[in-house]
């Protein structure tokens, strides 16, 4: 178990997590850090536990939507393979060629919004 020592809102705190994963736990303190560096800014009155439980809530929030959306991608894509992967081969004009070509440039922008929001 690696030992880290990180800052949050300028004040120190050393966090544990398994070997190799340190990298990763910076990035989700700088994540958080920023994330507080821009409430401390919009809430100036607000101590150090609301800021961070006004962080730990947008983040759950951001997270809870990225759920929402990753359900209903995963939704669309069942529903495009029972469609679309029968077991008898399947004639496709192109009318559902275009209708599934748009279908997957939506998924596609879909999953980059949500990537981009998870960075």
């Known amino acids: 178990m690696a030992q880290v ?3 949050v809102n300028g004040l120190p ?5 398994d070997d ?3 990298r990763h736990l910076h990035d989700l303190v700088r994540k958080v850090d920023a994330r ?3 409430l401390r800014r919009e809430v100036k009155s607000a101590g150090e536990n609301q800021l961070l439980l006004m962080a730990g809530l947008l983040l ?5 939507l990225a759920q929402e959306r990753i359900q209903e991608l995963e939704e669309t894509v069942a529903g495009l393979k029972g469609e679309f992967l029968s077991p008898e ?3 496709v004009d192109a ?3 275009d209708r599934l070509a748009g279908l997957l440039e939506q998924a596609a922008r879909r999953m ?3 990537a981009a929001r998870l960075r």
């Open 5 to 7: 020592s990180v800052t």
């Open 60 to 64: 759950a929030d951001e997270l809870e």
């Open 89 to 91: 081969p399947a004639r």
């Open 20 to 22: 190799g994963e340190e």
């Open 36 to 38: 507080i560096t821009d």
């Open 112 to 114: 980059e919004d949500i």
């Open 95 to 97: 009318a559902t060629e």
């Open 13 to 17: 705190y050393t966090l544990a997590c």
